[in-house]
Structures are given as structure tokens and as C-alpha cells.
């Protein structure tokens, strides 16, 4: 039984080509992508529409190979002990497979499993936008993220990452959850980066109003500053944070009032996405911050 080829003519290394590479998939393909992989190429290369050319016919024969391979799982599990562990670089990357085949190639670079591990596992990717694999921490393990953006740890990571994909790419964590979240993000450093243009009476939408870019950078600033807080799963520290973050909102809110410039719906549709933001942050219902917001205003209590 055929199971490894070596390319021709290559000034490099060979490569072990395997079933995974003549069906081009990755060593973690589901039994549906490898019918559908097969599918795809046999419609291409099936003797009664392909040419008459013999290595189109060959090239056939090695596909019907694969797949009978593969889509046997018994004959896939002992063919798969034949290969190498990884095989690098993923051939369909997907933000979920990039962080996860990285953290295992730190892993395995490692001396010992560390924070740096813990880390790397407990993060939850986001979005692969262009060059950048967006991930974000979940709350109780935010603690841990920054052992990720230490220079050398920073270095290992975006070498694994290079390693995995094939090309140099880099990471960054957000504070959100959601690609939405990232967008966001995006926009407002946008907004703070972009030449100011001169203020006609031309009227704002709610959903872009001058405020929008002030909302996001508070929204960040939750994040981190719960992020860096010590013992937040006790209670006390919790209700400091949310008390000391009332007052930043309650100031803040005042603050864009006293501008002007917005209308009365869209400041307070922007407002209430504030306050649901901390309500997550705590794991409370988002009424209660709201019932305390209007409390600690009305009493003049920040």
C-alpha cells in the first residue's frame, strides 16, 4: 500500500507527501470534509471527463487511494501511526486550528508546562483578521494574559504561529468576546488616529455620534481594569470595582452631556451598552447596575 510520495525537482528538503495532501486536507479533517474532498477531485479527474493524459489517470487512482484510506477509521488510525506527529503548514487555516496547533508546538518546545501554557490554553480565539489571529481571555482566567505579551513568551508564540500558517503572522487580546467587539474596537482607534474635520452643522446619527468613540475606550477600560484586579473572585472586591466603575460612568456620562452635540435616544441607547458591558464583566443582571447607577446619580454619591 502506497502511503508516503516525495516531490520532484525541489531545491529544499523533501516533504512526505501523504493521503491528507493528494486530498488536500489537514491531518484533523472530519469524515464529511474527506467525502466532500473526495467527491470534489474525483468529479475533476474521473477518467470519462478528464483527458486522456496518463498522470491525469494516475493522479485518479491515487485520490480513490486516499479516500479508501481515510474514510475507513480503522485504516486511517493505523496509517496516521505511520506519519509524522504535525505536519505543518495547515493547508485551510482557521483561527481555532492556528491557537490551537501553536499552543501544542509551544508545548512540545517547552521544558515544562507554565503559565505561559495555562495561558496559551485558556485562550479563546476571536477572529483571524488579515495578519492578526484576534483572542480574548475568559474572565476567570483573564489573570493569566499577561504571560502571553512578555517579549520572549511574545516571540515564541508568533514563531509557533509562523510555523503553523505558513506565513508571519501576530496576535492581539481584546477585551471583548465577539468579532462585533473587535470591530468596535477597531473604529474607535479609528476615530482617535484620524485627522479632525471641521465641525459643520451637519447632524450626527445615534449610532455614530460624537460620543460613539468615548463609549468603546470606557468599554476597554472595564476590561482591563478588571483584568488587573487582584482577588476578584472574592465579593468585596468585586463590589469595590463596581462602585468605583458607577462613578467613572456616572462622570463620564456628565461629561458628554455637558458637550452636547447627540441626541437624547442615541445617548441613551450607547449608555445602556455600557452598563450591560459591566453587568457581564460581574455576572450580574444587568438591572441591578442599572438600579445602582440611578442610585449613586441621584445621590450625588461618586
Known amino acids: 500500500m502506497t502511503q508516503q510520495r516525495q516531490p520532484k525537482g525541489s531545491g529544499k528538503q523533501d516533504r512526505l507527501i501523504t493521503y491528507y495532501d493528494v486530498l488536500d486536507l489537514d491531518r484533523d479533517a472530519s469524515p464529511e470534509e474527506i467525502k466532500a474532498a473526495y467527491h470534489d477531485l474525483a468529479r475533476k479527474y474521473h477518467p470519462d471527463v478528464a483527458s486522456d493524459d496518463p498522470s491525469v489517470a494516475q493522479k485518479f487512482t491515487l485520490i480513490n487511494e486516499a479516500h479508501r484510506i481515510l474514510s475507513d477509521p480503522q485504516r486511517r488510525h493505523q496509517y496516521d501511526r505511520t506519519l509524522p506527529r504535525k505536519s505543518y503548514p495547515l493547508r485551510h487555516l482557521t483561527p481555532e486550528k492556528i491557537w490551537r496547533e501553536a499552543t501544542d508546538v509551544v508545548l512540545i518546545r517547552s521544558d515544562r508546562f507554565g503559565p505561559l501554557n495555562q495561558a496559551m490554553q485558556a485562550a479563546i480565539p476571536v477572529v483571524l483578521d488579515e495578519t492578526i489571529l484576534v483572542i480574548t481571555m475568559p474572565g476567570s482566567e483573564r489573570h493569566l494574559a499577561g504571560h502571553l505579551d512578555t ?7 508568533l514563531n509557533a504561529m509562523e510555523l503553523v500558517a505558513g506565513r508571519r503572522l501576530s496576535f492581539r487580546i481584546i477585551d471583548g468576546t465577539t468579532v462585533q467587539d473587535w470591530e468596535l474596537l477597531k473604529a474607535a482607534e479609528r476615530r482617535r488616529t484620524a485627522p479632525r474635520a471641521p465641525t459643520a452643522s451637519a447632524p450626527t446619527s445615534a449610532a455614530t455620534g460624537p460620543s460613539a468613540g468615548l ?24 463590589a469595590r470595582f463596581w462602585r468605583e466603575t458607577l462613578a467613572q460612568i456616572i ?52
Not at 151 to 157: G, V
Not at 226 to 238: D, S
Request: hydrophobic share 35%; no cysteine; glycine share 4%.
Open 151 to 157: 517579549a520572549s513568551n511574545r516571540n515564541s508564540i
Open 215 to 238: 463609549w468603546d475606550e470606557i468599554i476597554q477600560q472595564m476590561h482591563r481594569q478588571f483584568q488587573q484586579l487582584t482577588r476578584r473572585q472574592q465579593p468585596q472586591a468585586r
Open 251 to 302: 462622570r463620564a456620562e456628565e461629561d458628554m452631556r455637558d458637550r452636547g452635540g447627540e441626541d437624547e435616544e442615541g445617548h441613551e441607547r450607547a449608555l445602556a451598552r455600557v452598563l450591560e458591558r459591566l453587568a457581564t464583566i460581574l455576572e450580574v443582571p444587568a438591572v441591578l447596575v442599572a438600579l445602582e447607577f440611578e442610585r449613586m446619580k441621584r445621590a450625588g454619591d461618586y
